[in-house]
Structures are given as structure tokens and as C-alpha cells.
């Protein structure tokens, strides 16, 4: 297994591609990811069966967490519970978050 990740390299393999998040930790105890929106583009994801945390590298908007609207910024930390509904919206530049699950991602 790898130790090393280039962040870099899967935002741009996103980027080219048509889908907007990629894994790159897999595993039982814990995952970890890059998810990159472009303004205007939907966030998806459905609630997952771990707690997670996401860490805003560079955007804005907002993160929806059940029925409140949070407003993101560079270097601020979210947590999510697992079974949680939430997602990423109302962004006017691109949004480039790593997210960590504190299990697999499913």
C-alpha cells in the first residue's frame, strides 16, 4: 500500500474524468479522499455508514448538514455523523475538499 499521496494527481484525474470525488484510502478502519466541485455542478453523495470529516482546501459555499446550511471557507474542519444527509452547494469557485471516514467508504 502506498504512504505517499499526491493530492495533485487525483484532482486532475478528476478533472478530466466525469466524476468529481475519488478515494485513494480504502480501508476497514478508515478511508480518505479528494471531492472537487465546480460552481454550478451537484454534489450527489448520499448519507454514508461512517462518521466523516472534511477538510476544505480552497472554495466556498456552503455544506448542508440535515437541515442547516454551514458556511465553508479555506482550512476549516466539518464533521458529519454517519447516516447523516449532507452535501456541498452553492459554490461560485471551484471547491476542492479531502474527506476521511472513519471506516471504509461504502
Known amino acids: 500500500?502506498?504512504?505517499?499521496?499526491n493530492i495533485n494527481e487525483y484532482i486532475e484525474?478528476?478533472?478530466?474524468?466525469?466524476?468529481?470525488?475519488?478515494?485513494?484510502?480504502?480501508?476497514?478502519?478508515l478511508a480518505a479522499?479528494?471531492?472537487v466541485l465546480?460552481?454550478?455542478?451537484s454534489d450527489t453523495q448520499e448519507p454514508h455508514e461512517s462518521d466523516e470529516l472534511y477538510f476544505i482546501l480552497k472554495g466556498d459555499?456552503?455544506?448542508?448538514?440535515k437541515d442547516i446550511d454551514y458556511t465553508i471557507s479555506e482550512?476549516?474542519?466539518?464533521y458529519v455523523?454517519?447516516?447523516?444527509?449532507?452535501?456541498?452547494?452553492?459554490?461560485?469557485?471551484?471547491?476542492v475538499v479531502l474527506y476521511f471516514f472513519g471506516g471504509p467508504d461504502s
Open 1 to 5: 500500500m502506498n504512504l505517499e499521496f
Open 13 to 29: 484525474k478528476i478533472q478530466k474524468n466525469d466524476f468529481y470525488f475519488h478515494t485513494f484510502i480504502n480501508k476497514e478502519n
Open 33 to 35: 479522499g479528494v471531492l
Open 38 to 41: 465546480q460552481p454550478g455542478e
Open 61 to 65: 459555499g456552503f455544506l448542508k448538514i
Open 75 to 78: 482550512n476549516k474542519v466539518y
Open 81 to 95: 455523523g454517519k447516516n447523516i444527509e449532507h452535501f456541498f452547494h452553492g459554490n461560485s469557485k471551484e471547491l
